[in-house]
């Protein structure tokens, strides 16, 4: 018996597919070697009985990643959200590909909070940055090959054949056979056998041989996804389907400003003539997540909803009540003209000296509003105190922080906080935040019962943490054949990652002079040959303080591409230069770039051939642009390049014709998914370029709900191709590369179908009204 936690599936209340782990339905089994687990499972009574130990032992867990039953049944655990990018499923095909299980014997179950599910590469359980599959693939490989090479062995011994033999075994369907002697055993028969007894140490999983590419008979198959039959027959649960014996209630009443208040009173004696009500719970969240809640709590959410519109209670508004989006603007300009504003994420050369001497010096400022994640499902949560543990059950993308979120609203260590993972409905980096979980355990903790906290959507909207509003300023400069030759680039933003206040997130400045957020400015250092290149990261502090930021789909790239990009195509104007070809010259791989600049340009020619860009002359009033991107970091880049074709009205209304894509992946697991992640990152993009803003004002988010904050809608979308190029390089990821393109080969399209230059997202028909008219 294996010394580790281990999960068992109780076969009798369900079979179906993709079920979240569920405590009344799971049981834990630990170990003798098991002691001072870090989240102290061991403590939770009840949960360990003569016969969950005796089901459990029948079953054979090669990995914590997934354990083959006494009937074939083969359990993947995922230890990444899924939030309808199917990384649950790719996990287990990766798995499967090395295992030789049949996939209709898979399941799937989402982890729990417990840090042995932590990212190998990460160390921690955090689902984003389009890392899961690049930074999992060989971990979840080797688990899948340990199992194999358990179970043949074991097979071998059954079958009567010489350990040696075992080379000569097939492994298929869940089946292993020898072709010589025609004798064959399934997973089933081997399992219930009991003679699987090989283990493996690091050092023995490192040295596996795992398939070449030439082998794959699963990966680059488009097999169904593991969790469609339970989300549409209802039985997967959502963050929000969850129900608890003895549940009540919670609707969260917040602030006006997005962050800094505190509650002065609170009247609930109207709340009290609601029928269910039961307490008013003003929060003391020490964990700085929230400022200014409060809590009613009632025995139905209507009666929680009626009990909250009749709470009065006074504010102060803080130090932000005054500031909007303009003040946030007038503080990044003034942060960028100082000139010992941040640090510095790129400096190479000398690019004072570079541009004094070239023959064409631009500059250029580019803008982007701030943008809200707002997910089709809102936040929730449902917390319960147990004896000294609290559970928590939620969809998170970060469970390491924000169980450590729920522990501090709790006021206890993060090892009597066991997390239950749900399915997502949308995440998109806004549920890497653990905000929800504050009001659920301190509200339960103050009425002594299960709540479930449920965000309207204007909780949702106001409270969000959004994509932080940016400016950029950039100076490049061209020689006298045309070449550029020296960029300066400052970024100002919000820092996200800093406001988490987990050090190993941030990166050592260049120059050694401090630590900064590079998820506001990855993409900045381009893979384009540059001689003198600098890139300033600067924190402004006010949008810290007033709209706390997060990470939403795409990151940094989502900006900083935006400004090279654009830049860029004005840099080749300059020089009388076709903007691609302008590109495809400064790919040319110099420097350490480990072959990343051919790949982009590879890339990029795949986008043009497919567009047909430069090979047929278009109708008055449209144009093609190019943009190609390194997303979402330089290390673990997908590289990716858009044509966009557009048509632009002398009004400046802008119609976006056709978006043309195209993607270097390395080895694509699941080809629909990919194509399917792939075309969805390019309309958020859109939406993002075209469509949606937020603003602040007095200190609060103004816009609500849908009717004012206006994603992209169906009858705006255009028509999408995709190009994956898939050479067998190591996977890459898809979820985010494709929204950082969109918006500077837009701009760039409607520059050439119109003459006017548009630096500021979302793009309007004013601003390119304006422009034409420049």
């Known amino acids: 018996m294996n010394s580790h936690v281990k999960i068992t599936q109780d076969k009798s209340q369900d079979k179906s597919i993709g079920e979240p782990l569920d405590l009344s339905r799971r049981s834990f089994l630990v170990g003798s070697a098991a002691a001072g687990l870090v989240l102290g499972y061991s403590a939770v009574p009840g949960l360990l009985g003569a016969d969950q130990a005796s089901a459990a032992a029948a079953n054979f867990d090669p990995s914590v990643w997934y354990s083959i039953a006494p009937d074939g049944i083969v359990t993947v655990t995922s230890g990444k959200a899924d939030m309808g990018q199917h990384i649950a499923s790719t996990m287990a095909q990766i798995i499967c590909e090395e295992l030789g299980a049949n996939w209709k014997d898979v399941r799937l179950q989402l982890a729990s909070n417990d840090p042995k599910y932590n990212d190998p590469v990460l160390g921690a359980q955090v689902t984003g940055g389009s890392w899961s599959t690049m930074m999992n693939f060989d971990a979840m490989s080797r688990a899948g090959a340990a199992g194999r090479i358990a179970l043949t062995e074991a097979a071998a011994a059954i079958m009567g054949l010489p350990p040696y033999y075992k080379d000569e075994l097939v492994v298929r369907e869940s089946t292993i056979s020898h072709p010589k002697s025609k004798k064959q055993v399934s997973f089933a028969d081997v399992v219930k056998s009991g003679k699987v007894t090989k283990t493996f140490t690091a050092d023995d999983l490192k040295a596996i041989k795992l398939k070449t590419p030439d082998q794959y008979t699963m990966i680059g198959v488009s097999v169904p996804q593991l969790d469609i039959p339970s989300k549409t027959n209802g039985s997967a649960k959502y963050g929000i389907d969850v129900m608890l014996p003895g549940m009540v209630y ?5 602030p006006p400003v997005r962050y800094g208040a505190t509650v002065k ?3 609930d004696s109207d709340a009290k003539k609601v029928p269910g009500f039961i307490k008013a719970v003003m ?20 009666g929680a909803t009626k009990a909250a519109e009749a709470l009065k209670i006074s504010y102060d508004n803080g130090p932000n009540a005054k500031l909007s989006s303009d003040s946030l603007l007038a503080e990044a300009k003034r942060l960028q003209g100082l000139d010992d504003s941040g640090l510095f994420f790129v400096k190479d050369g000398d690019t ?6 070239a023959a064409k010096v631009l500059e250029a400022e580019y803008t982007t509003s701030i943008n809200i994640h707002a997910p089709m499902e809102p936040m929730t949560a449902v917390a319960e105190q147990k004896g000294d543990i609290w559970h928590v059950y939620t969809g998170n993308q970060f469970a390491t922080r924000s169980g450590a979120i729920a522990a501090g609203a709790a006021g206890v260590d993060p090892k009597f906080v066991v997390m239950h993972q749900q399915w997502l409905g949308g995440g998109f980096g806004r549920r890497l935040e653990g905000d929800m979980l504050v009001p659920a355990v301190q509200a339960s903790k103050a009425v002594g019962k299960p709540v479930k906290i449920i965000y309207t959507r204007e ?3 106001t409270m969000d943490f959004t994509r932080p509003l940016t400016f950029q300023k950039i100076k490049a400069g061209l020689d006298g054949d045309g070449r550029l030759v020296a960029m300066n680039h400052d970024v100002v933003a919000a820092w996200p990652t800093k406001r988490w206040g987990i050090p190993a997130f941030l990166s050592p400045s260049v120059d050694k002079k401090g630590a900064l957020d590079a ?18 990261a600067i924190l402004n502090e006010m949008a810290q303080t007033a709209t706390p930021s997060g990470q939403l789909r795409s990151v940094a790239p989502g900006w900083t591409f935006w400004a090279v990009e654009s830049m860029v195509d004005e840099l080749a104007h300059a020089a009388g230069k076709d903007p691609a070809q302008f590109r495809i010259d400064m790919l040319d791989g110099k420097g350490a770039n480990n072959g990343g600049a051919q790949r982009l340009r590879n890339t990029l020619l795949a986008a043009m051939g497919l567009a047909g860009y430069g090979t047929k002359q278009l109708p008055k009033g449209e144009g093609m642009g190019v943009a190609c991107v390194s997303s979402q970091e330089r290390a673990t880049a997908s590289w990716t390049a858009c044509v966009a074709h557009v048509a632009v009205a002398p009004s400046g209304e802008v119609k976006v014709k056709k978006l043309t894509l195209a993607t270097d992946i390395g080895t694509q697991v699941h080809p629909d998914n990919i194509r399917a992640q792939v075309e969805g990152a390019a309309l958020w993009g859109l939406s993002l370029a075209m469509y949606e803003k937020a603003t602040l004002k007095d200190g609060g988010i103004e816009q609500t709900n849908f009717d004012s904050y206006k994603p992209l809608r169906m009858s705006q979308t ?3 191709a995709v190009a994956v190029i898939a050479n067998g390089e190591p996977a890459r990821g898809v979820g985010e590369p494709a929204v950082t393109v969109i918006a500077p080969a837009l701009a760039n399209a409607i520059y050439n179908a119109s003459g006017a230059r548009v630096r500021s997202l979302p793009i309007t028909a004013e601003a390119v009204k304006a422009g034409m008219k420049a």
């Open 265 to 267: 009173t609170v009247d």
């Open 283 to 302: 929060l003391e969240d020490k964990t700085a997540t929230t400022t200014g809640w409060v809590v009613a709590v009632a025995n139905t959410f209507a």
């Open 718 to 720: 255009p028509d999408v």
């Open 250 to 254: 919670g609707k969260v009443v917040t």
């Open 519 to 536: 998820f506001t400015v990855n993409g900045s250092d381009f893979f384009y040959t540059v001689p003198n290149h600098n890139v300033r």
């Open 352 to 357: 004072a000296a570079a541009l004094g001497t």
């Open 459 to 461: 909780n949702d909207m």
